[in-house]
């Protein structure tokens, strides 16, 4: 079965850290661009960070740069986010994506990955920013 797994949300104090990850099953992320996203409800879903496949470049969004950090481990088939220094403007249901397909790299070339009906999404995982 082809799904990506989110995991690693959880409350956390102003300040803290955590590390989401994104664990692929069915395929194998090496030739994906993968990006994280965000959503809080009412609001629009903002692409917050992306890695590309070929050169493993990474992008980030002005409100978490110098914050986030997003990696790849090929031997856990997995996309990292280790996000520090939270804010609570930072609480939201965080999604990662992968893009692209088993024959080619794709890249991402924005922290907003294009996304379309093709790609990999997963079910999300809630992050919680709150003393």
């Known amino acids: 079965q082809v799904q990506l797994v989110e995991s690693g949300g959880g409350l956390v104090q102003p300040g803290g850290s955590l590390r989401l990850s994104c664990t692929a099953s069915?395929?194998?992320?090496?030739?994906?661009?993968v990006g994280w996203f965000r959503q809080v409800p009412g609001k629009e879903r903002e692409g917050i960070s992306c890695?590309?496949?070929?050169?493993?470049?990474?992008y980030y969004a002005d409100s978490v740069k110098g914050r986030f950090t997003i990696s790849r481990d090929g031997a856990e088939n997995t996309v990292y986010l280790q996000m520090n220094s939270l804010k609570p403007e930072d609480t939201a249901v965080y999604y990662c994506?992968?893009?692209?397909?088993?024959?080619?790299?794709?890249?991402?070339?924005?922290?907003?990955?294009?996304?379309?009906?093709?790609?990999?999404w997963g079910q999300g995982t809630q992050v919680t920013v709150s003393s």
């Open positions: 890695i590309n496949s070929s050169d493993g470049i990474t």
């Open positions: 994506a992968a893009e692209g397909g088993p024959y080619a790299y794709t890249d991402c070339r924005a922290a907003e990955m294009v996304t379309d009906d093709n790609s990999y």
């Open positions: 069915g395929f194998f992320l090496d030739t994906y661009a």
